[in-house]
């Protein structure tokens, strides 16, 4: 099955729909303005049911197959939230709304997505249902995890779900996907370490927790270099760091903070015992002493195998088997599809957003080209995999 030869003739109007949506972002759950232009497109394409406020503000929208609501159901998502950036792109159809930007190519998603169900409500060229889910705050307000919360797989019984995100620097027309794990845990930690601060001419009268952090924050990157297996793969970041209020002070506190990102869940509890044991000795060994408050956030992203391989072929189908990378590298990235993927077996791609600037830039723009890619992918997977699950 090649492109969506309706895809590909009304691509100008999806591109429209897109940079309206680029235009107008909002962030986390306060995506009102967004989830309500999805909404009225899917009742306009003839959706069977519309669904919202669910995980308070996502939408799920229904679409039967030619013999009704019989049969088993599939979920197809996309996620809906900005960023906080203030956009550098200058591109015509730039943000209006001061220090927010869709910086991630979630206008991207939410198009390509809709297109898809405007050519499924149209062709019903399958048997079963099409859940088309629209997520809030995949950008760390787990909105994946707050839609299952409010019941998302109990009130509509998929048996797969399936999820997409664009990547800079994979060429437009290509998708890349990997078995296993796809997306990292992210985990955030938070130190903070106490000395005895004094005039900054008398150091030998303190214990200066400065000098103490920056000797923890070195001593962090030994966990990777040297406590891990080579074969395995974190990442240990400090991104903040906090001390001080004077030239001539030496303070009695200082407090950095940073991630861990990791394929394995069991290395989540791992690198939470090496940095509070990192940081309390070295703490120690200054004669200061350390606070390490750990927050566990979003869970590694795995994709089934069996999903992926399937995934793997409708991609080869829509654009040839030499545009497919189907063992990718995975990215240390984090991904809140991951809850979904934890509730039901699925597999989440990647799709080519060509030489664009990197995600979560200022200077970032989705490119329109990768629509007729994606939406054209999300047709033919639904047809597909609901043909295989009524044979069975």
């Known amino acids: 099955m090649p492109l969506n030869d309706r895809i590909a003739e009304n691509v100008q109007d999806f591109s429209n729909w897109r940079r309206h949506l680029h235009r107008n972002p909002e962030l986390l759950y306060e995506v009102h303005d967004t989830a309500a232009f999805v909404s009225e497109q899917l009742k306009t394409f003839g959706c069977d049911l519309v669904e919202t406020e669910i995980g308070r503000t996502g939408v799920v929208g229904l679409i039967h197959g030619r013999s009704g609501d019989g049969g088993p159901m599939i979920g ?32 991207g998603h939410i198009t390509m997505l809709l297109a898809a169900a405007q050519v499924l409500c149209d062709t019903r060229n399958f048997e079963g249902t099409v859940a088309v889910v629209f997520q809030p705050a995949e950008e760390g307000g787990a909105g994946g995890k707050a839609m299952i919360d ?19 620097g994979l060429p437009v027309g290509r998708f890349a996907m990997c078995p296993g794990p796809i997306m990292a845990a992210v985990d955030i930690f938070k130190v903070t370490v106490r000395g005895s601060g004094g005039h900054a001419a008398l150091p030998h009268g303190t214990v200066d927790p400065i000098v103490t952090a920056s000797a923890i924050v070195q001593g962090l990157q030994s966990i990777v270099s040297r406590n891990l297996d080579p074969l395995g793969s974190m990442v240990v970041s400090v991104t903040e760091f906090h001390a001080g209020f004077a030239h001539n ?17 069991h290395l989540r509890e791992y690198a939470e015992k090496r940095i509070r044991a990192l940081s309390q000795g070295i703490a120690a060994s200054f004669g200061a002493s350390a606070e390490v408050e750990w927050r566990s956030s979003y869970p590694p992203t795995v994709n089934d195998a069996a999903e992926t391989t399937l995934c793997a072929e409708v991609a080869s189908d829509v654009v040839g088997i030499n545009q497919v990378d189907d063992a990718a590298q995975p990215l240390m990235a984090g991904e809140d599809f991951a809850y979904m993927l934890d509730e039901k077996p699925g597999a989440y791609v990647f799709v080519g957003n060509g ?19 994606g939406a054209s992918y999300w047709i033919a997977l639904a047809e597909r995999k609901l043909s295989e699950l009524r044979a069975t």
């Open 355 to 373: 030489d664009s600037a990197a995600l979560h830039n200022a200077h970032y723009d989705f490119n329109d080209g990768a629509i007729v890619y």
């Open 76 to 107: 197809l998502r996309a996620d809906m939230d900005a960023l906080p950036i203030f956009e550098e792109s200058g591109v015509d159809h730039a943000s209006n709304r001061k220090g927010l930007m869709h910086a991630c190519g979630h206008d």
């Open 150 to 168: 409010d019941g998302l797989f109990e009130r509509f019984p998929m048996s797969q779900i399936y999820g997409m995100h664009n990547l800079p």
């Open 249 to 265: 002070v030496i303070p009695d506190e200082a407090v950095f903070s940073g991630t861990v990102r990791c394929l394995r869940p």
